[in-house]
């Protein structure tokens, strides 16, 4: 049975409004309506979707709108054979299965045993709107791991949640460490990143402003 994409992309900013069917009604934004029922996003960067049987809407999480600012990306609802998931980088798998990461510095893969999504912690972030360092997943005898240097032997996968971390294969295991977090203010890292820090993908690349 083939996958049925539902990809709605949000024009920001975008104007809240309402939508009434058969007797209900919802407001916010990007609304929907299907099969009786009624949905909107709650932000502009939010995102609805339908199948036959389900209506979802999604949004962001505050760390990726406060982050991304009024350029948040755009995100999309996937289905597959009836399910229906919401967000970024979205996989399907034989069977039914779908699911999206929550930011879209995430990532996702499908393997015959299923889907792993990874999205990186709200500390990797840097003071700017850039996105992050694309991650990667690694796949062994159908298991995925997803994240930053990852290593795999002898069905054992494992990740560095960040894109200074470092993960080393050493003879009884695998070890991967991380820079230090910095503290939180909200959604953000309370202090700019300096050219000491040991947050090194936050700095742009000399003689680039864009990283």
Known sequence: MLSLL???????????????????????????AA??????????????????TELRCWDPPDSV????GDKVPPAQCQAKQGSLACGYHCQTRDGGEVACANT???????TPRGVTCWDPPVTTYCADDKPLPR????????????????????????CAQTPGGRCLLLPQQI???DPEA????????????????????CRPKTGDSTR
């Open 135 to 158: 991650p990667i997943c690694v796949t062994q005898d159908g298991h995925a791991g997803c994240g930053y240097d990852c290593k795999a032997r002898n069905g054992a996968i494992a």
């Open 65 to 68: 709108r406060a982050h991304y």
């Open 175 to 177: 070890l991967c460490t």
């Open 35 to 52: 099969h009786g029922e009624v949905g909107c996003a709650k932000t502009s960067a939010g995102v609805c979707g339908a199948t036959e």
């Open 182 to 201: 910095p503290p939180m203010c909200g959604s953000q890292p309370c202090r700019p990143d300096e050219p000491t820090s040991s947050r090194a993908w």
């Open 6 to 32: 539902i990809t709605v992309l949000p024009l920001l900013p975008a104007a809240a409004s309402c939508i009434t069917h058969a007797g209900k009604t919802a407001c916010g934004y990007h609304c929907v």
């Open 104 to 110: 879209p510095d995430g990532i996702c893969v499908a």
